[in-house]
């Protein structure tokens, strides 16, 4: 049995806040509660108000009044020797890293944050912070390492009926499942995962899982008009929010489906829009991923081969920087279904219509 899905983010005065809360009215009320915690002379108030600040932020795509918000909110909460917000300003510092791209630095923020909530005894912020570890873990490709780990927080939350944890490993483990071709398992967990969401109103969650679902459905080729229903119907739910990170990821997988269906043009736009929204908010590893199906899409729209591998070959070593292994690999299978040459364009010399 699960409870209905709560935002332990949303501390102190703010605890009150939905787990749907729309960001930018998160973003109003932690502003706004900042303000009075300082009025008041409360470190911890302030600390706990300025993780909400930082939170929202981060999921607005601000990443520098994200950073900004969560330095500071580490700061007081050590100027008052509060461990448990300590380990929260921990978490999101780690969690903004990882969508920053910075994956050595997020896991060790994040390992900070796990090891300060032990100490300050708070059990979800360790929880958050582990799950945090291995959510890097499995971007960056090392799925022997954490998905036991992955387990081992599923098998915690559904001890304690948190649907909204419970949802997250699921559909960190369905991911793992995906990427490792074990797409009947890993639909059956997105599944899940969207039912549990939907139960306990944790339309975040929800959205991310229908994505899963989308992308399952999609690869296997089962039903492409219904993996771009489900795409809709979790874009309603990002746009509700102001979720513009889980929005570009959204319209990437929309891409997705229409280059796998064969749909190329349609695939174009989409790709392009789903890369405008990465860059704007700084997250290179959406920018990335983005960028990979737009030239595989200009590739079957007639693109000349040589700027096909040139653009593959560049985004490789973006790939190498940012720690990505599994879609590393992709930009070589691509390479190799695409029939591009394998061998990089030379240093100094640029490839036939390089303008």
């Known amino acids: 049995m699960f409870t209905k899905a709560s935002a332990p983010e949303y501390q102190g005065a703010l605890t009150s806040l939905s787990v749907n809360a729309s960001l930018t009215d998160v973003l109003a009320k932690g502003t706004e509660q900042l303000r009075e915690a300082e009025r008041s002379g409360s470190p911890s108030e302030v600390a706990r108000a300025g993780l909400a600040v930082a939170e929202a932020q981060r999921r607005l795509g601000n990443v520098a009044e994200a950073d900004l918000a969560w330095k500071s909110?580490?700061?007081t909460a050590r100027g008052a020797?509060?461990?448990g917000a300590m380990a929260w300003a921990l978490w999101s510092g780690g969690t903004l890293a990882r969508q920053r791209g910075k994956l050595t630095l997020a896991r060790r923020l994040l390992g900070l944050?796990?090891?300060m909530g032990k100490r300050g005894d708070d059990i979800v912020a360790r929880g958050y912070s582990l799950a945090g570890m291995a959510e890097t873990g499995r971007?960056?490709?090392?799925?022997?390492?954490v998905e036991q780990l992955h387990e081992q927080l599923l098998a915690e939350a559904r001890k304690r009926g948190e649907a909204r944890h419970t949802v997250w490993?699921?559909?960190?483990?369905?991911?793992i499942h995906r990427?490792?071709?074990?797409?009947?398992t890993a639909l059956a967990m997105f599944e899940e995962a969207a039912g549990i969401a939907r139960q306990a109103d944790d339309q975040r969650g929800r959205a991310w899982a229908l994505r899963g679902v989308a992308d399952i459905l999609s690869v296997r080729g089962d039903d492409p008009e219904r993996a771009l229903e489900l795409l809709s119907e979790a874009e309603s739910t990002c746009r509700a929010m102001r979720l513009s990170s889980a929005l570009?990821?959204?319209?990437?997988?929309?891409?997705?489906?229409?280059?796998?269906?064969?749909?190329y043009e349609e695939a174009r736009p989409v790709y392009e829009l789903a890369l405008q929204e990465f860059e704007e908010m700084n997250e290179p590893r959406g920018a990335?991923?983005?960028?990979?199906?737009?030239v595989k899409t200009l590739a079957q729209l007639g693109r000349e081969p040589r700027e096909t591998a040139r653009d593959l070959h560049a985004l490789r070593r973006t790939l190498d920087t940012i720690g990505l292994r599994h879609a590393r690999d992709m930009v070589d299978k691509a390479l190799a279904e695409l029939g591009a040459a394998l061998e990089p364009t030379p240093a100094g010399t640029t490839g036939e219509g390089d303008h």
């Open 169 to 175: 490993a699921l559909e960190g483990i369905a991911q």
């Open 73 to 75: 909110s580490y700061r």
């Open 288 to 294: 990335a991923l983005s960028r990979l199906g737009l």
């Open 81 to 83: 020797g509060d461990l």
């Open 179 to 184: 990427n490792t071709g074990r797409y009947d």
């Open 113 to 115: 944050a796990a090891e």
């Open 248 to 263: 570009a990821y959204n319209h990437k997988m929309r891409g997705n489906v229409f280059f796998r269906a064969g749909r």
């Open 139 to 145: 971007i960056q490709g090392d799925y022997e390492a």
